[in-house]
C-alpha cells in the first residue's frame, strides 16, 4: 500500500513546496505595495532611525555601512531585491538580517527610496588602478589585510569591503585608525606572570582566558592564572594613514580601488 | 511483533508506569507546600525557588571546599534557539523546563533523559522568542506564551488540560514571564509595552482557567494615578509586568515590578509621573486591589522597565526586625523599602550611574541634567538594557547580603516623533551604546546599600543568581562560563563554559542522594554533580 500513497501524495507534497518557494517574499520579485506613500514613508523613516542609522547614519550618507543614498546596493536595486536584503542580511559584511514585520520592511524601502540624490558617484573622484598598485605598494596595505585570499591576517579581510563600508567611513578609517576598531582586531598587549609581553589583536576574552593573533599572526591562548595584566592598547595596530603618507589624490585611488571590492 | 496495550491504556500511560517503577513521578502540589517553599530538598517549585524571591538553597553537598571538583552529569539538547531564559521546575526527579518558541520538556533530572514534549502552536510574526519557565499547582503546570495564552498541561503527559486567552496578541501583547501560583489562583504578567499597549497583571482560577482579576498597571482616565498622564497618552503606556513577582503570606500581599512607560524614549508625549509604570506594586492576591506602590523611575524616558524580581526578607534594621523588599533596578540604584507600607528605607547606586544624584529621603530621585534623550542624542549611564536586567538576584540570609549581576554600561539616547501603530515597535527612539562596557557579580549590604565585593566579567552579562547555606554564589556570564563563587569573599572557586552566553538562572535540588545543579545555556541544559554519590 505504501507505493500508491507515496504516488499520490508527492505531486502534492512537491506542489506545496512550490507554492512556498514561490510565495515567499524573499525568493520572488515583489513590488513594493506602499511605494511613495506618505504614510509609509514616515513609518519608514522611524523604522530606518531605530534600526539602520547607527551603521547607516542618520543621513543615510553611511557613517560606517555603505552610503545609501546613491541608490546603489549590493544585491540589486529592485523591491525584491532589497527586501531580500534588509531580512537576510549580507553575509562576511556586518549587515544583518533583520527580524520584522513585511509592512515595516516595504515602509522601510519606501523610505530608502526617497534619500537617493542623483548623481552621487564618489568613485568618480579615483583611479581604481592606480589605487590597487597604491594598496600593494606605498601603503603596504596587503602586509596586514587580505583580498581574495592574498595579503596578511592581522587586519579584517577587504575582499568585500567595496559593499561593507560607505567611502565616508573607508576614508576616517584610514586617516584615523584607531577612532574605530572592530570586534576581533581590538590591540591588546598581554603581560604574563613570567615577565613576557606579546602584542597583538584580541579574538576573544572572558574571566578565565584570552585568544590572541600576535604581531607574527601567530594564534595563542593565555589563560588568565598566568597572566599578569591584558593592557586594551589605545592605538591600533593600523598606523594612521594621514595627508604626509597618502595625499588627498592618493586617497581616492585607494578608495576608488577598495570601493571595486565586491567578492568573488 | 507489536507490543499491544490493554484496552484504554496509552503508550504515555504505560510509559508512565514504567518510569514510575524508578522515580516518584507527578507528586501533586499543594499550594501548602509552595508555601514550604525549599524545605523539601528535591523540590524547586517556582521561578525563584520560593515566594521570598531569594534563591537561596538550603542545600550543602556542594561547598566552597569541593565546588572545584563539581562535573558535568548530563546536557539535554532542546534544539530551541533563542534566549535561554527559563528556570526549571523540579519535583521529586523530574524537571519540567520550557524553552524559547514556547516548548516543553519533562526531563528524569538524574539521566538527562526526555520524558514528554510539548510545543504551542504560535502565529507566525516576529519578536521575542522568550519563556521562562512553568508554575506547579496540583497536577497541572501552567505556561504563558507569546500569543499571550496562558496554558495549563498536565504533569505527567504534557497534555493540553486547558487553554485560556490572557489578550489579543494582534494589539501587541506577548507573554514571557513564568506564572506565580497563590492559593488557588495563577499570577501572569504581560509584555508589549514596547509595542505600546497598556500592561495589567492577571489572576486565573488554576483549575478552571477563568480569569479572576485584572490590575492594571496604567490607570484609565479618572482612576487614581491617571492624573500622571497627560492626555489620553495612558491608553498606550506600557508598564508591562514580563518578570515573576513574590508573595508574603502573612501581609497577604503580591509584589510585582512594572515594566517602562510607553513610548519608551519620547518622553513628551506623556507628561507627568507616568504611574504606576517604573514602580512596584503591591497587590492584594484576592482581589487584584492595589495597596500600596513605589516608582523608581518617575517619567521614565530611558526603557529602565523595574520589573526585576522584587526580594523579600525579615532583617535587623536600626535595633528592629523589619521586613523588607529588596530590589536592584535596571535604574542603577538598589532599593531596600519597608515592604508593609512601601517606605523607602535604603537607594544607594550599584553601578555608575549618571542620571540622578541621589533619591531623596521623599523616595524620589534628585535627577541631574542633560540626560532626557533627544532627536541629537544625550549621553547617559546606563544604557537601555541597563544597570541589571532579568537577570535574578539572590539574597543569602546567612550572609546577609544581596547579589547581583551588575552591567557597567552607557548609552547615547535619541528621541524621535513617532506615530503610534497597532502591533508595531512604540520606542520614540533608540539607545546606542557607547563602547563595551563590563560586568561583574556584586554582593550588596541591604541596609547601607554598600557594595562589599564584586567580581569583575569581561563583557556586560546577563545571567542570574543563585546562594546556597553552603557558602556559594552561583552565576553565569556572557562569555558562557557558570561560575561558583565564594558568597562571603566574591573569590572564584569554579567555573565551566558552557559554550554560550548565559541568560538564565542556576537553580539546584536533590536527585537522589546528589545535589545537582542546572542551568539552560544556549539549546542546552546542564546538570552538574560532584563525582561519586
Not at chain 1, 38 to 63: M, P
Not at chain 2, 358 to 383: A, F, H, M, Q, W
Request: net charge neutral; aromatic share 10%.
Amino acid at each position: 500500500m505504501l507505493r500508491p500513497i507515496l504516488a499520490r501524495a508527492l505531486p502534492l507534497s512537491l506542489l506545496i513546496t512550490m507554492w512556498a518557494v514561490e510565495s515567499a517574499p524573499q525568493t520572488r520579485e515583489l513590488k513594493n505595495p506602499v511605494e511613495g506613500q506618505q504614510k509609509a514613508i514616515e513609518q519608514g523613516e522611524y523604522v530606518y532611525k531605530s534600526r539602520c542609522s547607527e551603521c547607516h547614519g542618520l543621513d543615510a550618507r553611511g557613517y560606517r555601512a555603505p552610503d545609501l543614498t546613491t541608490g546603489q546596493f549590493s544585491n540589486g536595486t529592485g523591491d525584491g531585491q532589497l527586501y531580500r536584503l534588509i531580512t537576510r542580511g549580507l553575509p562576511t559584511t556586518e549587515m544583518p538580517g533583520i527580524n520584522m514585520n513585511e509592512d515595516e520592511v516595504w515602509a522601510l524601502i519606501s523610505y530608502l527610496r526617497t534619500v537617493v540624490v542623483p548623481g552621487t558617484n564618489a568613485n568618480a573622484r579615483g583611479n581604481a588602478q592606480t589605487g590597487a598598485a597604491i594598496y600593494s605598494g606605498k601603503a603596504g596595505c596587503a602586509g596586514c589585510h587580505m583580498v581574495n585570499g592574498k595579503g596578511g591576517r592581522l587586519g579584517p579581510d577587504l575582499s568585500r569591503i567595496g559593499v561593507a563600508r560607505s567611502r565616508m567611513a573607508l576614508a576616517r578609517e584610514i586617516r584615523s585608525a584607531s577612532e574605530y576598531i572592530a570586534q576581533g582586531y581590538e590591540p591588546v598587549t598581554v603581560a604574563t606572570r613570567d615577565g613576557r609581553q606579546i602584542k597583538g589583536v584580541r579574538k576573544n576574552e572572558d574571566t578565565f582566558s584570552i585568544q590572541i593573533m600576535d604581531t607574527n599572526e601567530q594564534l595563542s591562548t593565555f589563560l588568565k592564572k598566568d597572566v599578569r595584566e591584558v593592557i586594551d592598547e589605545k592605538k591600533s595596530l593600523m598606523p594612521d594613514y594621514g595627508p604626509d603618507k597618502l595625499t588627498e589624490a592618493e586617497l581616492d585611488d585607494l578608495l576608488t580601488y577598495l570601493g571595486t571590492l565586491h567578492g568573488r | 511483533m507489536r507490543l499491544r496495550f490493554g484496552r484504554g491504556m496509552s503508550i504515555g500511560a504505560f510509559i508512565g508506569m514504567f518510569i514510575w517503577s524508578g522515580l516518584a513521578v507527578g507528586q501533586e502540589i499543594s499550594s501548602q507546600q509552595l508555601l514550604d517553599g525549599l524545605k523539601n530538598p528535591s523540590r524547586w517549585l517556582t521561578y525563584s525557588g520560593d515566594y521570598t524571591g531569594q534563591r537561596h538553597s538550603p542545600l550543602t553537598q556542594i561547598t566552597p571546599s569541593n565546588v572545584a571538583q563539581l562535573g558535568v552529569q548530563w546536557a539535554f539538547q532542546t534544539g530551541a534557539v533563542g534566549k535561554f531564559e527559563a528556570v526549571p521546575i523540579v519535583i521529586d526527579g523530574i524537571l519540567y523546563i520550557t524553552t524559547p518558541g514556547n516548548r516543553a520538556w519533562a526531563i528524569d533530572a538524574r539521566t538527562g533523559r526526555r520524558i514528554w514534549s510539548y510545543q504551542k502552536e504560535l502565529p507566525d510574526r516576529p519578536g521575542s522568542q522568550v519563556n521562562r519557565g512553568f508554575a506547579v499547582l496540583g497536577n497541572k503546570l501552567y505556561m504563558a506564551t507569546l500569543d499571550s495564552h496562558l496554558v495549563a498541561l498536565d504533569m505527567k503527559t504534557g497534555n493540553v488540560v486547558w487553554d485560556s486567552i490572557i489578550d489579543d496578541y494582534k494589539r501587541g501583547y506577548y507573554a514571557t514571564v513564568a506564572p506565580l501560583i497563590v492559593k488557588n489562583k495563577v499570577i501572569v504578567g504581560i509584555g508589549g509595552a514596547d509595542r505600546g499597549t497598556r500592561g495589567f497583571i492577571d489572576a486565573f482560577d488554576a483549575e478552571t482557567g477563568k480569569r479572576s482579576w485584572r490590575f492594571w498597571t496604567v490607570p484609565e482616565a479618572g482612576a487614581p494615578g491617571s492624573e500622571t498622564w497627560s492626555g489620553n497618552s495612558w491608553e498606550h503606556g506600557g508598564g508591562s509586568t514580563w518578570l515573576t513577582g513574590t508573595y508574603d503570606p502573612e501581609l497577604n500581599l503580591l509584589y510585582w515590578g512594572t515594566g517602562n512607560p510607553g513610548p519608551d524614549l519620547l518622553g513628551d508625549v506623556r507628561k507627568g509621573d507616568n504611574l504606576y509604570t517604573a514602580s512596584v506594586v503591591a497587590v492584594d492576591p484576592d482581589t487584584g486591589k492595589l495597596r500600596w506602590h513605589y516608582q523608581f523611575t518617575p517619567h521614565d524616558t530611558h526603557d529602565w522597565d523595574a520589573v526585576q524580581i522584587p526580594v523579600l526578607a525579615d532583617i535587623n534594621a536600626g535595633g528592629s526586625r523589619r521586613k523588607v523588599l529588596m530590589m536592584a533596578n535596571r535604574n542603577g540604584f538598589f532599593y531596600t523599602l519597608d515592604r508593609t507600607n512601601g517606605k523607602l528605607i535604603v537607594a544607594k547606586p550599584f553601578i555608575q550611574t549618571s542620571w540622578a544624584k541621589e533619591i531623596g529621603p521623599d523616595g524620589r530621585p534628585i535627577e541631574l541634567p542633560n540626560n532626557t534623550p533627544t532627536e541629537k542624542g544625550t549621553v547617559t549611564c546606563p544604557d537601555v538594557t541597563g544597570g541589571t536586567n532579568w537577570n535574578s538576584p539572590a539574597f543569602n540570609p546567612a550572609t546577609g547580603l544581596f547579589y547581583v549581576t551588575a552591567r557597567e554600561t552607557c548609552a547615547t539616547y535619541y528621541a524621535w516623533n513617532q506615530e503610534f501603530i497597532e502591533d508595531r515597535n512604540y520606542f520614540g527612539g533608540a539607545g546606542r551604546n557607547t563602547g563595551r562596557g563590563y560586568g561583574a557579580v556584586r554582593a550588596i549590604d541591604p541596609l547601607t546599600g554598600q557594595i562589599k565585593w564584586e567580581s569583575k566579567q569581561f563583557t556586560p552579562s546577563m545571567s542570574g543568581l543563585l546562594t546556597t547555606a553552603s557558602g556559594l554564589v552561583f552565576g553565569g556570564d556572557e562569555e558562557g562560563n557558570i561560575v561558583a563563587y565564594d558568597a562571603r569573599t566574591g573569590k572564584i572557586l569554579w567555573n565551566f563554559q558552557t559554550g554560550a552566553p548565559i541568560f538564565a538562572a542556576p537553580t539546584t535540588v536533590m536527585a537522589g542522594t546528589k545535589q545537582l545543579v542546572f542551568i539552560g545555556s544556549g539549546t542546552t541544559v546542564f546538570a552538574f554533580g560532584l563525582p561519586g554519590n
